[in-house]
């Protein structure tokens, strides 16, 4: 199996953090917004190297989701900053018509999305957003798993021109992707070539899923994992070719079933390359208070739960 | 204080602005509005018609703008949002008259695969068109982003925007208001077309709002007010003193009283006309009492 060590954690905010500040002293177009949680955005460095380009707008995500709209006529690359819940739910329709129905070249970059913001509870840990964010024409959706990639995003997703969400999360998770890696909006990464089964996963899910690949391994089962970090545009070949390898699929992230990664990729496979699929996300329910591990165990997202969803695709392959 | 003058930039007149000239233009504009809700027996003739005159004063007399080359960013000119989108036969009107686009694509309104869509939009590239809008509430915000771009541009341009008095219902636009007050947007002038009307009745039945004047300057906002929003004169002084007011440090907001329904006897003074197309007679009836000014499209 490829190995994929880590020396620390980081938070995938922080990488978010580091990227803007990176695009900050690059791209003087770069402008950022933020609602009352810039510490928590990791958006407090922009803040201090760029404060003419930074825009404190207070407890209003709607009028933010606006001035960035608004920044873009003009040729500003606004990057806005909130929770996820406050990024999409609360802003959707500002989101649908001032910046995705109207082309603009907005970053709506979201954090502590998920079960992972922990103690909090379900009002704040949206699992929707990957869903609501999709549906929306145009807009690119974007779901890196560790600080360097999520950093590496950040950086991309100024050189692409429309509207993108880009989802990160709070807790220190492995940092275990190159320093130096190239991102390319829409390109799977290969994680671990194997033959039995493949596992797509996104986000935090995608350790997870590398964690599921060893002890599948120990079993005499050869995983193929593969990080879909763009959950829209999916990478439909990179999909079709596992699946046409391995025969059987499971996908991991950390949102509703409904509406999410394994839910694009159902879609994808229906149309061309029907194949016994098993999905591991949250099952049409809110979250609730707690730590991200008790969390992730609780309602099915650990790497145990990857490796019982892998034996039940391969099972449904077999007969 | 915003110098005015730019040899490159069409205005309406660089003299003081032929009244009677745009009354003409008022008139034949009020006929492609009734005409084109007519002609589709849909959209908001109301107020369309109500907010005539600021249109015409914007955009033939007040605004330094370029709708030859008409470019998204704007760089070097004034820029106009509409919030409250459905009165969008009075702005692709004036935008077609103005020159962003043949008068001729007004016939084009609300039809399949049309660039005049119900609501406006950049979606199908529209000259003179710079966000969507429909959804109200969200106008204001885009104005004020669009203001903090032209201050990081160094552009001394104006952003103008109008919105609905029913409109104001919307949370948003508050948000917008403490925000462009407390980061001193002073490149911004609002106007907010007070017709009193709403679909379901007279905005005080339906969610009084009380001493608006009072609201928007305990916001922090300069505030200018019209007694009538329906003479041309009486709104190009209100908008080039709205103009004396930019780069002092608040946001502008013009309090424009209008009749929705204005120039068309039986539509004024009633929310019933505000998304009613009139019918044959209806229409016969509205273009006896606006003459055909500058020629029909």
Known sequence: MQQHPYTEKKDTRSGFGAGLSELGRSNPDVVGLCADLTGSLKMDAFQKEHPERFFQVGIAEANMMGIAAGLTIGGKIPFTGTFANFSTGRVYDQIRQSIAYSGKNVKICASHAGLTLGEDGATHQILEDIGLMKMLPGMVVINPCDFNQTKAATIAVAKHKGPVYLRFGRPAV??????????????????????????????????????????????????????????????????????KKTGCVVTAEEHQENGGLGDSIAQLLARELPSPLEMVAVKDSFGESGTPDQLMKKYGLDSPDIVKAAKKALSRKSK | MITKEEPTLQKGTTKMPDIKELEKICSQVRRDIVRMVHAVNSGHPGGSLGCTEYFTALYFAVMKHNPKAFNMDGKGEDIFFLSNGHISPVFYSVLARSGYFDVKELATFRKLDSRLQGHPTTHEGLPGVRVASGSLGQGMSVAIGAALAKKLNNDNRLVYSLHGD????????????????????????????????????????????????????????????????????????????????????????ILMRTEMGYGVDFMMGSHKWHGVAPNDEQLAKALAQLPETLGDY
Request: with cysteine; proline share 3%.
């Open chain 1, 174 to 243: 492995p940092n275990f992707t190159p320093a130096d890696q190239k991102f390319e909006i829409g390109k799977a990464v290969m994680m671990n070539e194997g033959k039995d089964i493949s596992i797509f996963a996104t986000g935090h899910l995608v350790w997870k899923a590398i964690e599921a690949c060893e002890a599948l391994e120990k079993e005499g089962i050869s995983a193929e994992i593969i990080n879909i970090h763009t959950i829209k545009p999916l990478d439909h070949q990179a999909v079709i070719a596992s699946v």
């Open chain 2, 166 to 253: 029913g409109e104001i219902q919307e949370g948003q636009i508050w948000e917008a208001a403490m925000y462009a007050a407390a980061n001193k947007v002073d490149n911004l002038i609002s106007t907010i077309d007070v017709n009193g009307q709403q679909i379901d009745g007279s905005t005080d039945k339906v969610l009084p709002m009380g001493d608006l004047k009072a609201k928007w300057q305990a916001f922090g906002w300069e505030v200018l007010s019209t007694k009538n929003g329906n003479t041309i004169s009486e709104v190009i002084e209100t908008l080039e003193a709205a103009a004396t007011y930019t780069g002092k440090g608040k946001p502008v907001m």
